[in-house]
C-alpha cells in the first residue's frame, strides 16, 4: 500500500509540473519536474522510503523506451550504425 501511494505523489507532481508548465512558458518542463521533485522530498513520510528497482524499470523505464521505439526513424537509426561501423573501420 505504501508504494502505490508513493507512485500516486509522483504521479501527482507530474501532473501538477504539467498544469504549471503550461502558465510559465519561461521555466522549461524539465526544470519543473526537477522543482517538483525536490518539493516532494520534503514530505517526512517518504524520507526513508526504499522504491524497489524493479518498479522503477517498470513503471518509469519500460513506458520511455516504448516511446522512443515509436519516435524513431529507420533511417537515423541505419545511418547512427553505419558511421559507428566507418568509425572503427576508417571509411
Known amino acids: 500500500m505504501t508504494a502505490t ?3 500516486l505523489i509522483i ?6 509540473a504539467n498544469v504549471v ?6 521555466l522549461p518542463l ?3 519536474y526537477i522543482l517538483g521533485g525536490l ?3 520534503i514530505i517526512p513520510f517518504y524520507r526513508h522510503f526504499l522504491f524497489n ?6 513503471l518509469v523505464v519500460t513506458p520511455l523506451l516504448y516511446n522512443d521505439a515509436q519516435n524513431a526513424s529507420r533511417y537515423w537509426i ?3 550504425g553505419l558511421l559507428t561501423f566507418c568509425h572503427y573501420r576508417s571509411c
Do not use: C, Q, T, Y
Open 5 to 7: 501511494f508513493f507512485v
Open 11 to 16: 504521479l501527482l507532481g507530474v501532473v501538477a
Open 21 to 26: 508548465s503550461n502558465h510559465i512558458k519561461w
Open 30 to 32: 524539465p526544470m519543473l
Open 39 to 41: 518539493l516532494l522530498s
Open 53 to 58: 528497482p524493479e518498479l522503477f524499470m517498470f
Open 78 to 80: 541505419g545511418r547512427g
